[in-house]
């Protein structure tokens, strides 16, 4: 069976090079002829639900088999954390990977309520093997100081700041890429 590895993007307009979408480009790029890579469109991407991103998370990952990667960019690892948090069985996952995600309820600025994770996320999230956090020191977006409130929570996490790549990893990742590779050669062997 093969490996599915699912990307949800940030927020905001994703059509040609805005969003995440030259993020998503070079993950198709990298694993798109081993492994079924899937990149929803997740609903109004420039009106964002949680419940309606959980809904179509639900929807994407119901019709997988196998093993599955999950990897988040901004809102996207916040609505794929939330759905982790609420979700009963997350077996099959055996790594996420979460880029440039914001801390919602930090300041106020970033006070959506729909989009605080659970006051018990990290429990969930210690059930998943390899947790990775990613962000860049000149993330124009998320403030640094948001991956280090992520940090404090999720001591367990492999920690990845980069000193450049802006908010939407301009260059995508290769450090995600290493790092998924990894996690599926140790799979191999």
């Not at 989009?115 to 390899?130: E, G, N, S, T, Y």
């Not at 100081?145 to 990893?169: C, I, M, N, W």
Request: glycine share 10%; with cysteine.
């Amino acid at each position: 069976m093969k490996t599915s590895i699912v990307f949800i993007h940030s927020a905001g307009p994703q059509e040609g090079d805005q969003g995440s979408s030259g993020l998503a480009a070079s993950l198709q790029a990298a694993f798109g002829s081993q492994y079924e890579c899937i990149c929803p469109r997740m609903p109004e991407p420039e009106n964002p639900s949680s419940a309606e991103w959980g809904k179509k998370i639900q929807s994407e990952l119901k019709n997988l088999q196998g093993e599955v990667i999950l990897i988040g960019h901004s809102l996207g690892g916040t609505t794929l954390f939330q759905h982790i948090a609420d979700a009963g069985n997350i077996d099959r996952v055996i790594g996420m990977f979460l880029l440039g995600m914001p801390y919602w309820g930090i300041d106020e600025e970033w006070q959506r309520e729909e989009f605080v994770l659970p006051d018990h996320f990290a429990i969930q999230a210690r059930k998943i093997a390899h947790l990775y956090l990613y962000h860049n020191r000149d993330d124009e977006i998320v403030p640094l100081t948001h991956v280090r409130h992520y940090e404090k929570q999720l001591p367990f996490a492999t920690l990845r700041v980069q000193d450049e790549g802006g908010h939407l990893f301009a260059n995508g990742c290769p450090q995600l890429v290493r790092d998924i590779n990894s996690i599926l050669q140790r799979g191999v062997d």
